[in-house]
């Protein structure tokens, strides 16, 4: 996934982070998401949907990728 979104809601003393769909492995484009810069939310959201899925490496995804664009050109 390249991107993704985390909102931080406050109101008063209460803090909210929502951090759902973000990616935090370091991406050739993208930084990772930085969960740190807040300090102690009273409560995170997220998910665990991809918890326990292998992902490819770097390497395989970038063969892949260039495989997609040589094979849509032709």
Known sequence: M???ALWHIT???D???YAVDYNHVRESLL???????????????TSARNA??????RRERDRELLETIVGTLR
């Open 31 to 45: 930084a990772p998401c930085a969960l740190q810069a807040f300090s102690r939310p009273g409560l995170l959201i």
């Open 11 to 13: 109101k008063d003393t």
């Open 15 to 17: 803090s909210v982070v």
């Open 2 to 4: 390249i991107g993704g």
């Open 52 to 57: 326990l899925g292998t992902h490819p490496t």
